[in-house]
């Protein structure tokens, strides 16, 4: 016999019409669970990672990589370590910022809100509120003119847009005869931005720095000033050289430690649900168990026939071990060609429903996106594919012993 008979018998075996339609309709369905089990592990890991990526630049185009502070809440010499950090050749840019909480008051509507003060032409090179603006320009915040950029979604609560007139009370008051009065001012409406992650498209509104200097008595001291650096990654380590250069005591920040409860969570949910769909691909896999064993059950007489012409039990294990890898690998190729198709498509395929339906898949007041991303990396395609083919050749495994064991005269007894 030639030395690839075995492949040849199980792949006619898996093509083959068996009177049993059963055995078929079983093959069939353990296919169809690798299948559907593979494509939803890359979709839902599609979206874990796009989530992480999102959130990543969402948060960091409003917060920057890092950020050194005065220990008193206020800094005094503000050029000087902008001047230190942009000799630094790992920092990319540097710019002031002047934080402060307020209460928007429009007509009937009030709402708190959290105030930052920036230059617009520095803050364009730290940060990317520029790209991300609806309406007006960011370089209309210019200082004296006491302009206000809003977001989106603080915008719709003030029921206010471009041009409307915001008065800006403070708690901190003014001593006069009559007792302490709120400090008070009003600016214009210049522009809407919208990041897409609620927490800063509802709370944070940008002024001109100069206007926040007065507006909250600083004079020429400034909150903080804010870092971009060339690697992210290494944020903590930088900002921590700029701080030592700079020679006196300040608080220093970065993005990892500000929010690294938001991507440890991520990382966490994303092992979890690893762990999950890979059981759910195990189950489907160990179909293929049942599905030998109905077939091994079939093909008595076909065994017995081959054992008697010579065929060894080793080629009988090949056998079936090839019906069994072929259903496994087809799955898994349907699996993956489905998942990369879905996860790269997702993103219209959510907004389809969502038009076709009206429906919101992720609220913006529950959620930090309100946008269901999709980021596929081919890494995790690869590791889900090989953990899956692994799975269903060890689910060939039994049942091609079983056969390989069977006795011919015992088989062929009662035919």
């Known amino acids: 016999m030639g030395k690839r008979f075995e492949y040849w018998i199980g792949n006619r075996y898996v093509r083959s019409r068996s009177k049993n339609s059963f055995v078929s309709l079983i093959s069939a369905i353990s296919m169809l669970g690798i299948a559907i089990a593979v494509m939803v592990l890359i979709v839902v890991m599609s979206v874990v990672n796009g989530f992480e990526r999102e959130l990543k630049d969402r948060l960091l185009a409003m917060t920057a990589h890092a950020s050194i502070e005065g220990t008193d809440g206020q800094l005094m010499n503000a050029d000087e370590l902008i001047a230190i950090a942009r000799d630094n050749a790992r920092v990319s840019a540097a710019a002031p910022y002047v934080n402060g909480q307020a209460l928007l008051v429009f007509g009937k509507q009030i709402s ?8 617009p032409q520095m803050e364009d090179a730290v940060s ?3 790209d991300v603006m609806q309406s007006g320009e ?7 003119d006491f302009n ?11 029921q206010v847009g471009i041009g409307d007139k915001v008065t800006v009370t403070l708690a901190e008051g003014r001593v006069t005869p009559a007792g302490i009065v709120p400090r008070t001012k009003r600016f214009t409406v210049s522009g809407i931005y919208r990041v897409g992650m609620y927490e800063f498209d509802r709370r944070l509104a940008f002024i001109n720095i100069n206007d926040a200097q007065k507006l909250y008595r600083m004079r020429d001291s400034v909150s903080g000033v804010r870092l971009a650096v060339s690697d992210i990654y290494e944020a903590p380590a930088i900002v921590r050289e700029v701080a030592l250069e700079n020679g006196k005591l300040v608080l220093v920040s970065d993005w990892t430690r500000r929010h690294v409860n938001f991507f440890r969570s991520i990382q966490i949910t994303k092992s979890i649900l690893f762990v999950i769909l890979m059981m759910v691909i195990a189950v489907a896999a160990f179909n293929i168990v049942s599905t030998l064993v109905m077939v091994v059950k079939d093909k008595q007489s076909d065994i017995a026939i081959l054992r008697t012409i010579g065929a060894r039990p080793m080629s009988i294990l090949k056998i079936f071990m090839t019906q069994g890898s072929i259903v496994g690998v087809a799955g898994t190729l349907a699996g993956v060609g489905l998942g990369i198709l879905l996860a790269l498509n997702l993103e219209a395929i959510i907004g389809f429903f969502e038009s ?11 959620y930090f996106i309100s946008d269901l991303p999709s980021d596929l990396q081919y890494a995790d395609v690869l590791l889900v594919a090989v953990i899956a083919l692994v799975l269903a050749l060890i689910s060939t495994i039994y049942p091609a012993w079983v056969a390989a064991r069977t006795a011919p005269a015992e088989a062929l007894r009662y035919d």
Not at 112 to 119: H, M, N, T, Y
Not at 138 to 144: D, I
Not at 356 to 366: E, P, R, S, T
């Open 128 to 130: 990317g509120i520029s």
């Open 112 to 119: 708190g809100a959290e105030l930052r003060g920036i230059d």
């Open 356 to 366: 076709v339906f009206g429906i919101k898949f992720l609220a913006a007041d529950v």
């Open 148 to 158: 206000i950029v809003l977001g989106m979604e603080l915008a719709k609560a003030m």
């Open 138 to 144: 960011l370089t209309e915040l210019a200082g004296g």
